[in-house]
């Protein structure tokens, strides 16, 4: 099982990235993929959820209205859009894949907001 997190940067407040996750080694189709994210000295969160068929997705309160989870079946990938970004926003993102009793994480990518 693999899941490798790309987009991560630095970034100014303001701006806009996009963190994209590519899964391998398990049926993609079949779990919600997760992005969650933890600041230094701070626990994990989640940020976004989207389920299994990609018909519902869910937000933290934080983020609503600014960023957008996205997953692509065919190509096994998680995308997640973050526009007007926020110094707070800054943290390691995780993609996170969970099924039954399944439970997996990538590697995390660095987001930096900061002028």
């Known amino acids: 099982v693999q899941l490798v997190e790309s987009g991560g940067a630095l970034v100014q407040p303001g701006g806009s990235l996009r963190l994209s996750c590519a899964a391998s080694g398990f049926t993609f189709r079949s779990y919600t993929m997760n992005w969650y994210r933890q600041a230094p000295g701070k626990e994990r969160e989640l940020v976004a959820a989207?389920?299994?068929?990609?018909?519902?997705?869910n937000y933290a309160d934080s983020v609503k209205g600014r960023f957008t989870i996205s997953r692509d079946n065919a190509k096994n990938t998680v995308d997640l859009q973050m526009n007007a970004l926020k110094p707070d926003d800054t943290a390691v993102y995780y993609c996170?894949?969970?099924?039954?009793?399944?439970?997996?994480w990538g590697q995390g990518t660095q987001v930096t907001v900061s002028s």
């Open positions: 989207i389920r299994s068929n990609g018909g519902s997705t």
């Open positions: 996170n894949a969970r099924a039954f009793t399944n439970d997996f």
